[in-house]
């Protein structure tokens, strides 16, 4: 145990050497700063996963709208004045359906896009709570459409 650099008389030292003591604060910073550069590559990456999030999201909103104005304007199409066909009531609550479900799809986005950004700029990282939220506003909205298929069911008997 007679290395170079030991302090043998300091209890308080006890075999750490005088080199690693005077160059641990240095160590410190070091590793400071690539734990800093590391953190802030992997927020550009989650902001841009958070960004490609949102447009996929945008892309499926668009497609239910797109989907919904479609079957509205093929029923739409079909119906004669004084004669409605069998499924236009069906057609037009599914329409409606379609178009706000995509609303709410595009509004959750939104809301989940700048709660991300917004616990990213704060360096927290984000919570598995959108999920519970979509499925929660999804379920909301379809219920939402039966109630109504059925008040227009039993309106009509």
Known sequence: MNTPYTAY????????SIDSRYHRPF????????????NECS?????????RNFL???????AVASSGAVIFRDYDKARKPFQPLKYTRIADI???YFISLSIVMLGV???YLWDV???LAKENRPARLFWMLFLGVLGF???MSLVIVLALSYANM
């Open 56 to 62: 996929s999201w945008f892309k499926l909103s668009m």
């Open 43 to 51: 927020m550009a990456r989650d902001q841009f996963a958070v960004e």
């Open 117 to 119: 950004k917004l616990r």
């Open 141 to 143: 909205v379809g219920a």
């Open 27 to 38: 160590e410190k910073l070091r590793n400071y700063h690539r734990r800093v550069i590391d």
């Open 109 to 111: 986005a939104m809301m």
């Open 94 to 96: 599914s329409t409606v």
């Open 9 to 16: 008389s300091s209890p308080t030292l006890n075999n750490i």
